[in-house]
């Protein structure tokens, strides 16, 4: 079981713990803070740098800045799967401040501008998608919890590209000639900025080959 699959069951575990409420201060350099919430909180967010500063968006658009930040800067945006508590801070209150207890990156697939056919999802190796809270389109990324074969020994690639139809996508899974033995599941996240519009209500259809080998499609509804 490779780290991917731990992370993500991990992840899973934590999401239906219940809320318990605690209070410590704690020192962060120049600022004082004040955890107001113990109970570590789950989520998949967008790690972005707005005005200098790294910010998480979360699911709800809300935005958190963790204070406690060791990671380098990004460069371009991605997804990740975050837990954090909620904190205080004296010289600053009216921002959304975190502690950042656990980070987590999700792999970032390819985006191929190039129109694709039919055929060319049909020559695509199969990917099952599972719809739950982790499939979802936000914050201009599509991210997708998706099932495959494989031996676990060669790398899969996937990757987005815009179909015939207006306003549809087609994924792309390639197993690299891959001879699966089992069943694994990951997250992948496609940054869509130079898919989606500009401005106004995008509705998305997501064309792939799926366990069956039959294209199915997965709809996408986002208000820009």
């Known amino acids: 079981m490779n780290n991917?699959?731990?992370s993500l069951i991990i992840f899973l575990m934590l999401l239906p713990l219940s809320c318990m409420k605690e209070e410590a201060t704690v020192l962060d350099g120049p600022y004082s803070s004040t955890v107001?919430?113990?109970?570590?909180?789950?989520?998949?967010a967008t790690v972005r740098v707005e005005e200098g500063k790294v910010v998480l968006v979360l699911s709800n658009k809300n935005r958190v800045f963790p204070l406690n930040w060791d990671l380098a800067i990004p460069k371009e945006p991605y997804r990740a799967m975050v837990e954090y508590v909620k904190v205080s801070v004296e010289n600053d209150p009216n921002k959304n401040y975190v502690h950042l207890l656990w980070l987590e990156p999700i792999q970032t697939g390819n985006i191929i501008l190039d129109t694709v056919t039919p055929s060319s999802?049909?020559?695509?190796?199969?990917v099952g998608i599972v719809k739950d809270e982790f499939t979802s389109l936000e914050d201009r990324f599509l991210t997708i919890h998706y099932k495959i074969n494989t031996s676990g020994t060669i790398p899969h690639s996937f990757s987005l590209t815009?179909?015939?139809e207006k306003n549809e996508i087609v994924l792309l899974h390639d197993a690299h000639g891959d001879a699966p033995t089992y069943l694994e599941e990951g997250l992948i996240a496609f940054p869509l900025d130079q898919i989606l519009p500009v401005s106004g209500r995008a509705k998305l259809s997501v064309s792939y080959r799926d366990l069956d080998n039959n294209i199915s499609t997965l709809q996408?509804?986002?208000?820009?």
């Open 121 to 126: 999802a049909k020559a695509a190796d199969p």
């Open 220 to 224: 996408f509804e986002y208000n820009l």
């Open 36 to 44: 107001t919430s113990s109970s570590p909180k789950d989520a998949i």
């Open 162 to 164: 815009p179909g015939e």
């Open 4 to 6: 991917k699959i731990i």
